[in-house]
């Protein structure tokens, strides 16, 4: 298993903005970093909160029909076909992303997913 650090989980969080305010200004509030890779972001500018789940096994494992859809997101920048998954955060009912990296060119960039919206 990948192990990301906080520092990378909120530099990427950077790239997506707050569902509240729509600032770019992300950190990882470190008292709700649980073991079990459920972890809590928090906006810098209005102090929004919400999950960001750093445990992609787990998820994958127990979301059979995600890999599928893995394999369909193309890059932005290369035109390839599949990225991995490297964790996900639901900043609001409508606005769940997967932070992924192109098995191309290993940009990474968020991923906005439909699905989870009616999870
Ligand atoms: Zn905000
Ligand atoms: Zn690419």
């Known amino acids: 298993m990948v192990t990301l650090t906080q520092q990378e989980v909120e530099r990427r969080l950077n790239t997506v903005r707050c569902a509240v305010c729509k600032q770019s200004r992300f950190a990882i509030d470190e008292r709700f970093m649980g073991s079990d890779g459920d972890w809590r972001g928090i906006c810098k500018t209005c102090y929004y909160t ?5 445990d992609m ?9 995600v890999p599928l859809r893995l ?12 990225v991995t998954l490297d964790f996900r955060a639901t900043l609001s009912v409508r606005e769940a992303y997967y932070f992924v990296t192109c098995l191309g060119c290993r940009r990474q960039f968020p991923e906005q997913s439909s699905l989870e919206a009616y999870e």
């Open 57 to 65: 096994e787990f998820y994958l494992r127990t979301q059979p029909d």
């Open 71 to 82: 394999k369909e997101i193309s890059c932005t920048a290369c035109n390839h076909r599949g």
């Open 50 to 54: 919400f999950p960001v789940y750093t």
